[in-house]
């Protein structure tokens, strides 16, 4: 009994470093890559948190992480347009997002339903010219919205609208691409046992298609929110007036000059702008995986 009570422990000696050697080559390597990952995401987040707090409004002072904490220029925020050009910026993400999600539906419904001639070089030409990226049309479109706007002024340049009906144009081969490929996973049978029943193409798009694709519609609105949130170059190029600007473009001003930079407020006004996004992310999560995966399998 003694001789084999040595010889398995012995045997749990020699498995233990083996073990360890195999749970560091299988697991173990990924806690240090996996906390490497989160420093470089959350760093920039809590620098700029850490920004918003320093009162002395300079990125230099900001190096020491939360060297000083006030709420100053939270406070200073009041005193310019800032929220005005929230409200912009939410008018115009909200309206392109909606509109979005309505063309995109429905082109999506029409390629996956109906069978028409040019169909497929249709859904081609969509590939294509999503392909390209939109710092080529700055100048076309720029043009375009002044000559429009001397006929009718609502759609030319320094209005809202026409920064919408923009983004509505340039996302709309994504979206219905995008669209397109989950609405094939809806099984045509449905719509077949609709007509029997007497239903018009319109019913059958409104109360029977429409809420079995909700994830792809909250993908589409998300993204379509969030490129119109945060995009600079079409709305500086169309926004002329300050009362108009969004965000992106009106925050821009604050640290566009080396000499009078607002870091800190930039930083304040930074975070702010985050909650609108973060809480239609949150709201919409748990559309978003299925959303995306189920529509990119299937065409």
Not at 44 to 57: C, E, I, K, M, Q
Not at 73 to 101: D, K
Not at 202 to 214: C, E, G, K, N, S
Request: hydrophobic share 55%; aromatic share 12%; glycine share 10%.
């Amino acid at each position: 009994m003694t001789v084999t009570a040595r010889g398995t422990g012995r045997d749990a000696a020699r498995t233990t470093p083996a073990k360890k050697r195999r749970w560091l080559a299988e697991v173990g390597w990924k806690y240090p890559v996996a906390a490497l990952i989160a420093f470089y995401a959350l760093f920039p987040l809590v620098y700029v948190l850490s920004a918003s707090l320093n009162p002395r409004g300079s990125l230099a002072s900001s190096n020491a992480l939360f060297s000083a904490v006030d709420i100053s220029n939270y406070a200073a925020l009041a005193g310019t347009s800032y929220w005005t050009w929230v409200g912009n910026t939410l008018f115009i993400g909200g309206v392109a997002s909606v509109g979005a999600v309505l063309m995109g539906a429905a082109g999506a419904y029409a390629f996956s339903r109906f069978r028409f001639s040019g169909r497929r070089a249709s859904l081609t030409g969509l590939l294509i010219v999503q392909m390209f990226p939109q710092a080529l049309a700055f100048v076309a479109i720029f043009l375009m919205l002044l000559t429009i706007g001397e006929v009718v002024p609502a759609l030319g340049i320094n209005s809202k609208l026409a920064l919408i009906c923009v983004y509505l144009g340039g996302a709309l081969g994504a979206n219905t691409f995008l669209m397109y490929g989950f609405f094939n996973t809806i099984p045509i049978e449905i719509d077949e046992s609709a007509k029997i029943d007497g239903a018009t193409h319109a019913q059958i798009f409104w109360r029977l298609i429409m809420p079995l694709v909700t994830p792809i519609l909250a993908v589409v609105a998300l993204l379509a929110f969030i490129a119109a949130f945060g995009d600079y170059i079409l709305a500086r190029i169309i926004l002329v007036s300050e009362d108009n600007w969004t965000l992106a473009v009106g925050m821009y001003q604050w640290v566009s000059n080396q000499l009078t930079s607002r870091w800190g407020l930039f930083a304040a006004g930074s975070v702010l702008a985050s909650i609108p996004v973060l809480a239609l992310f949150l709201s919409l999560q748990r559309y978003i995986v299925g959303g995306l995966t189920q529509g990119s399998v299937k065409g």
